[in-house]
């Protein structure tokens, strides 16, 4: 069985401090990473994912994500926080099955707060 | 690029009563998912299509939930009867191939 774990239920950061938001995985097999935004009454939009190749990885609004496969850690980070950024991320992993991209597994979400 | 659709938006009904929910993916996705998210806690899967086939279906409560894809297009995902701790938002995400899910607005269901 795949499980995410984000240890962090909220995360207070200052605007214009850089900002990481932890996420651990389980899961067998490789593991394919995503990371989505939650705004209120919204539904989830997608920010980056790892599939395979470079560790780093850029997405939307300026964030990246770092996999680590000894660590089994794929941490959300953004070099200069916004008050806009502010809202539930959630990490979510998932494996390919060779029938098709398996149903994604979601960790419980960080709220991300931003102080002006 | 039309997202994901879903409705109705909001649907209150009371314990013992049946419910439905509609989706409409991304045009051309393959893949359509449904999950449940209860508040404070991360989306669960419910059940996941492969045009019109059913590829997991193992967290659905079959006693009272169903769901159906017709023609590999549209899905509908029922509940009947509805308990209490069904209370949740109901999304529903679609995906060309292996890659990232398209999520829809959700459909936030509160039994009484």
């Known amino acids: 069985a795949q499980s995410v774990a984000q240890p962090e239920d909220q995360v207070n950061v200052a605007e214009g401090n850089p900002l990481t938001v932890k996420c651990t995985y389980s899961v067998s097999g490789n593991p394919y990473l995503f990371w989505y935004v939650q705004y209120p009454n919204r539904g989830l939009q997608f920010l980056l994912k790892y599939i395979t190749g470079d560790n780093l990885v850029k997405g939307s609004y300026g964030f990246e994500a770092e996999f680590n496969k000894s660590q089994t850690s794929f941490h959300l980070k953004k070099p200069s926080a916004l008050v806009s950024d502010s809202a539930l991320y959630f990490c979510?992993?998932?494996?390919?099955?060779?029938?098709?991209?398996?149903?994604?597994?979601f960790g419980k979400g960080t709220h991300l707060i931003i102080q002006p | 690029e039309a997202g994901v659709a879903q409705s109705p938006r909001y649907k209150i009904i009371e314990k013992r009563q049946s419910v439905a929910f509609w989706c409409n993916p991304i045009?051309?996705?393959?893949?359509l998912y449904w999950y449940q998210q209860i508040l404070g806690q991360g989306p669960k899967l419910l059940i996941q299509?492969?045009?019109?086939?059913?590829?997991?279906d193992s967290q659905l409560p079959k006693d009272r939930f169903s769901a159906e894809r017709l023609k590999g297009v549209d899905s509908t995902l029922k509940i009947q009867p509805a308990k209490l701790e069904d209370s949740a938002v109901y999304l529903c995400?679609?995906?060309?191939?292996?890659?990232?899910?398209?999520f829809g607005p959700g459909t936030r269901l509160t039994v009484t």
């Open positions: 045009s051309g996705h393959a893949t």
């Open positions: 979510a992993v998932t494996t390919y099955s060779g029938g098709g991209a398996d149903g994604l597994t």
């Open positions: 995400a679609s995906s060309p191939n292996f890659n990232e899910q398209y």
């Open positions: 299509f492969q045009n019109n086939g059913v590829v997991d």
